[in-house]
């Protein structure tokens, strides 16, 4: 008998920590191994958000929060959308979730089902669609051109609808390919969705990782009325260095989807560990200098990798705008993603994601959340492997 539901067993492991995995069990081994797989910044946690959260359980912080977060943490997030993003909620409107993929899973789960068709533009970040199919609905996706900067157009959102759309997901910036949606792009989207009420999910983790002259805007901040159809998913993990904290949270202007969701997270998971949302709650209050610094780190490793990358043959590259990884277009090599990175790591040692985990086969992913030294070497043998295909 197979006791497994046929929603959980078409549904394969992450890929991205697969390739994590096996980068570790060969370094374990003594292989010297650069590894481009990671989504988290090598940076550790800064000392005073550490430091707070230290003081919270010295101080016998240890209990149960609302199954909605901390209420110090969800008005200081209040605060947060309104001087970032121009965007007024109140706290009950608010989730603090176990991470921004959580928060993800929950804002999906509480408003798509059987019969609902989401729209995801390719390259994904590679768990959305696998949480629309856990929750019975089912994903649409748009393939996105590298010309178009792998950024979905109006035009192909409307051609990708259906009667039966409820939601379209817009990651910006965006994993894995670094694109920054401009406002009037934004604009031309929601437009599309507020004429047949579509749902939007706006992914903004990598919020503050921005370059050049990008720009970060929140659907959700372009009107009331998009506003009213967007739920924003955000959290601590990129831009804060927090990834083991497991703190993200969702905002919207629904109550009865805010709701929905505090009812989902009160029968799963609760509320994430109080002492971390202190950890939270500090990040807020903190220094934005120390996220500057992270993020002009981050800025300078991307010029030396789009240098480098440039000179090598038979692959072409968008320069990210945000986040921290470059999309490579491996097409002209003549080999699948996964087969391309197997070989990559076996015969160069060097780690790097299949594009087919993001819906993408002829593209690969490397992540510029690794020191320099590693980015040098990694990249070195990176040059010589494509020399020889």
């Not at 408003?111 to 669609?129: M, R």
């Amino acid at each position: 008998m197979d006791f497994v539901t046929p929603s959980i067993a078409e549904i394969a492991p992450s890929i991205t920590l697969a390739v994590t995995a096996q980068a570790a069990k060969m370094k374990k081994e003594g292989i010297d191994v650069c590894s481009f797989g990671a989504g988290e910044p090598d940076m550790d946690t800064p000392a005073y958000i550490k430091d707070a959260a230290v003081a919270a359980l010295a101080s016998g912080k240890t209990k149960y929060t609302a199954s909605a977060g901390l209420l110090e943490l969800r008005e200081a997030l209040c605060a947060k959308l309104k001087a970032d993003n121009g965007l007024n909620y109140t706290p009950d409107l608010i989730s603090v979730n176990c991470g921004a993929k959580h928060s993800c899973y929950n804002a999906i789960l509480a408003t798509c089902g059987p019969g609902d068709e989401v729209v995801i533009p390719a390259p994904f970040w590679t768990s959305y669609p696998d949480m629309v199919r856990l929750a019975g609905a089912t994903p649409i996706i748009v393939h996105t051109k590298e010309e178009n900067g792998w950024k979905m157009t109006a035009e192909e959102f409307e051609s990708a609808m259906s009667p039966s759309t409820k939601m379209v997901i817009i990651n910006s910036p965006g994993n894995p390919t670094g694109a920054v949606y401009t406002k009037d792009e934004l604009e031309a989207i929601g437009e599309i969705a507020l004429a047949e009420d579509i749902l939007i999910l706006s992914d903004e983790i990598y919020e503050k990782l921005i370059y050049d002259e990008a720009e970060h805007v929140s659907i959700a901040s372009l009107s009331q009325e998009l506003r009213n159809l967007t739920i924003v998913v955000n959290g601590f993990s990129k831009a804060y260095s927090m990834t083991g904290w497991r703190v993200g949270y969702t905002a919207t202007a629904n109550k009865k989807i805010a709701e929905a969701i505090d009812t989902i997270q009160s029968h799963t998971t609760s509320a994430p560990a109080t002492f971390a949302q202190y950890g939270a709650l500090a990040a807020l209050a903190g220094d934005p200098n120390v996220v500057e610094d992270m993020r002009a780190e981050f800025d300078l490793r991307r010029g030396y990798m789009g240098q480098r990358f440039s000179k090598i043959n038979n692959i072409s590259v968008v320069e990210p705008k945000g986040a921290f990884y470059y999309l490579v277009n491996i097409g002209k090599m003549g080999l699948s993603s996964m087969n391309f990175a197997e070989k990559l790591l076996i015969r160069s040692h060097v780690a790097v994601v299949p594009g087919i985990a993001f819906g993408a086969d002829d593209t690969v992913r490397f992540s510029y959340a690794c020191s320099l030294d590693v980015i040098k070497t990694g990249l070195d043998r990176f040059e010589e492997f494509c020399k020889a295909h």
